[in-house]
């Protein structure tokens, strides 16, 4: 997975939608000509204003007819879109269907910049129910919130069947959000005039207008929004990837830069904008070959954090995207990961150091009196030669004579580090095994603890010392 080659091709189509809206749907107007399509950030939008035909993106102006004034009062473009019959203009059919299908494309490349960069994708079977206006019996889609424009989901794939809404939130990144407000408050009017004069009202489906994704007076299909997504892919990377596709491929990028890191525990944003539970987020996807209540401001505050670390992802953030601003986030994320983990992988190491050299310590002691012991049990044997040698040639010493635990051999001893570390019992199995040798040596007036510590001394261990834990 090339997340360069993703990047670079969401830039080359913001590109191309950029010049797309201002060469061929706004003839090349000027910023100071089309004035200030600035939201007023001193206000909020309403979510609770359900009033049909209400929104923020379809709010009647009087800059919504600039652009047919335009076309009107410049000769070429009169020339163009209209003839005269009867000294009254006449629209052209076969130039006005042209301007439509330019209209159409700027709208697939819309989708592609909404679907990628508004946090988490949605199913086609949501993205083409998007309004910018209410119905009388569904509220709006588009909203301005927290200075930035959002997209929120009322729809998922058990909605039909719970009569709910699973409400989402997504945040477009202000670059896209300009093109959005330019194209509605300029174009769209004069998209729903041309369609009006061309077709019949029988012709259109009913509210198409109210609908993102919609052209020459029909509303797009889940399909088209997959085929409009597809092949801009195709075009620009030489592989096609559906709506699908995506629902896995852009999960799969944000877990890799820990785009979720800073979210509170609970509902994952990453998650709940796909429509789904973390677990089935985990089980299925991020594979690689009026008001509304559920509205908290927690929950705005985290999905808009959320997105703008998405746009961030890939050069997005601010109104002047680039992909070197893009390499230049992943590269810090990179970073900052690699260094958290070669810091933890440094205090991992210094622990285990230090556990170590605790342990050397531990063993040196116990080697230590061993080796006193072992002095102490010769010094026995030569001062009492007559102490018991086991019945017979090669006879191995029995179990009882000394306990290996952790490879540690523990007696009852009056050396510290060794008596320290017998478990519990051991003390009365080791005394057990000085009362039976005891009965077998022949002069009984020796210490069985010396009888069995001339035993141990002989006995090989099972590992090194090195290696007790």
């Known amino acids: ?59 009647e102006r009087d800059e919504n007819w600039t652009l047919m004034k335009h076309i009107m009062e410049t000769d070429y473009l009169f020339d163009q879109f209209f003839d005269e019959v009867d000294g009254r203009p006449k629209l052209r059919r076969n130039r006005a269907l042209k301007f439509l299908e330019k209209i159409a494309h700027f709208r697939r490349l819309e989708y592609v910049l909404i679907h990628w960069l508004s946090g988490m994708p949605k199913r086609g079977t949501e993205s083409n129910r998007f309004k910018i206006v209410n119905l009388a019996d569904r509220m ?45 408050y300029f174009v769209a009017d004069l998209e729903r005039w041309i369609v009006g004069e061309l077709t019949s009202p029988s012709e259109v489906d009913r509210d198409w207008p109210a609908y993102v994704f919609s052209s020459f007076g029909k509303r797009w299909t889940s399909q088209t929004l997959s085929d409009a997504l597809k092949a801009q892919f195709k075009k620009l990377m030489g592989e096609g990837v559906n709506i699908q596709d995506f629902r896995h491929i852009l999960p799969a990028i944000a877990t890799h830069y820990n785009i979720e890191s800073a979210e509170a525990p609970g509902l994952s944003i990453q998650e709940h904008q796909m429509g789904h539970t973390n677990d089935s987020g985990r089980r299925h996807y991020s594979r690689t070959t009026g008001g509304y209540h559920q509205l908290t401001n927690q929950f705005c505050h985290d999905s808009l954090d959320f997105c703008t670390r998405v746009h961030k992802l890939w050069g997005f953030d601010g109104d002047t995207p680039s992909v070197e601003k893009s390499c230049a986030y992943r590269k810090s994320i990179v970073d900052k990961l690699s260094g958290a983990e070669e810091q933890g992988l440094r205090e991992q190491i210094q622990t285990l150091n230090a556990q170590l050299e605790e342990q050397k310590k531990i063993n040196q002691t116990i080697l230590s009196e061993f080796r006193a012991f072992r002095e102490l049990v010769l010094s026995e044997r030569n001062a009492h030669p007559g102490l018991a040698q086991p019945t017979a040639p090669g006879q191995k010493i029995p179990n009882t004579f000394y306990f290996q635990v952790n490879n540690v051999l523990r007696l009852e001893t009056p050396f510290p580090a060794i008596a320290s570390r017998l478990g519990p019992g051991e003390e009365e199995q080791m005394e057990e095994g000085f009362a039976f040798h005891e009965s077998r040596t022949n002069n009984r007036e020796v210490s069985s603890r010396f009888y069995l510590a001339e035993n141990i001394s002989r006995i090989n261990y099972r590992r090194p010392i090195s290696n007790v834990t």
């Open 1 to 59: 997975m090339d997340v360069d080659k993703y990047a670079e091709v969401i830039h080359r189509t913001y590109r191309e939608a950029e010049e797309l809206l201002r060469e061929d749907l706004l003839f090349g107007l000027s910023d100071e000509k089309l004035g200030d399509i600035v939201f007023d950030r001193s206000k909020a939008d309403d979510t609770s204003d359900n009033t049909p035909g209400h929104g923020i993106l379809a709010t």
């Open 140 to 184: 709006r889609n588009f909203y301005f919130m927290y200075n930035h424009l959002a997209v929120l989901g009322l729809y998922n794939k058990t909605s039909a069947n719970t009569g709910k809404d699973n409400v989402t939130l997504h945040f477009l990144p202000p670059a896209v959000s300009t093109l959005i407000q330019r194209f509605n």
